[in-house]
Structures are given as structure tokens and as C-alpha cells.
């Protein structure tokens, strides 16, 4: 069982920064990669980034690539969100997730998840 509680999302002016932080607990967190998707209003939820807790390996959107940036913790057992240059666009709420599966493709899609955090709001205003 690994618990997730995101934090440091808030209302931030377009061209702006912010960080989040994604708090994980529970056993074997090495054997995981950690996702941050994010979810507009009457959007699907979507892929923004995400990273191997033991390798450290990254993998970006093509739409955040440049701008984000994911890292890890391990003394912490937290993974970051840096956000830079910030758009309207990238208004929504935030979601930490865990999978457990080896496979790179299985990164992108919601589905392959097995835990997820509760969310976090991020608004961007233009």
C-alpha cells in the first residue's frame, strides 16, 4: 500500500512558478515510478511527467517539456513538480501517482496507476 498527499499548488500569474510536492509513504517506494497527471474541467485526465524513483530516468509531455521539471527525494520520499514559465493553460487540478510496472509505455496512461493522491489546484491567470 503506498499513500499520496500532494501539496504547493495555489493561484499564480501566467509566466509565473510553482512547485509541488508529492509526500509518499509505504513500503518498497524504489520499486515504483511516481507520475504527476493533471485534469482540466470537462478535460480527460493527462500525462505530464514522470520518473523512476530508483533510477531516477524522466519522462515528459511534449507540452510541458522545457518548462517542467520532475525530481525526487529519496531522504524524503517526495517528488517535485517544478513549474516554470507558466501558462493559462496549465490551469487544472494536479495528481500524484504510483505504478508499479516496469514497462516505459505504461508511464502515460492513467489506467496503468496503481495509487493516487487526492489532488492539488493549480491556476494560472493570463
Known amino acids: 500500500q503506498v499513500q499520496l498527499v500532494e501539496s504547493g499548488g495555489g493561484l499564480v500569474q501566467a509566466g509565473g512558478s510553482l512547485r509541488l510536492s508529492c509526500l509518499a509513504s509505504?513500503?518498497?517506494?524504489?520499486?515504483?515510478?511516481m507520475g504527476w497527471f493533471r485534469q482540466a474541467p470537462g478535460k480527460e485526465r493527462e500525462f505530464v511527467a514522470a520518473?523512476?524513483?530508483?533510477?531516477?530516468?524522466?519522462y515528459y509531455a511534449d507540452s510541458v517539456k522545457g518548462r517542467f521539471t520532475i525530481s525526487r527525494d529519496n531522504a524524503k520520499n517526495t517528488v517535485y513538480l517544478q513549474m516554470n514559465s507558466l501558462k493559462a493553460e496549465d490551469t487544472a487540478v494536479y495528481y500524484c501517482?504510483?505504478?508499479?510496472?516496469?514497462?516505459?509505455?505504461?508511464?502515460?496512461?492513467?489506467?496503468?496507476?496503481?495509487?493516487w493522491g487526492q489532488g492539488t489546484q493549480v491556476t494560472v491567470s493570463s
Open positions: 520518473i523512476r524513483w530508483s533510477a531516477g530516468s524522466t
Open positions: 509505504g513500503r518498497t517506494l524504489s520499486r515504483y515510478a
Open positions: 501517482a504510483a505504478n508499479s510496472r516496469i514497462s516505459s509505455w505504461s508511464l502515460v496512461v492513467v489506467s496503468q496507476y496503481d495509487y
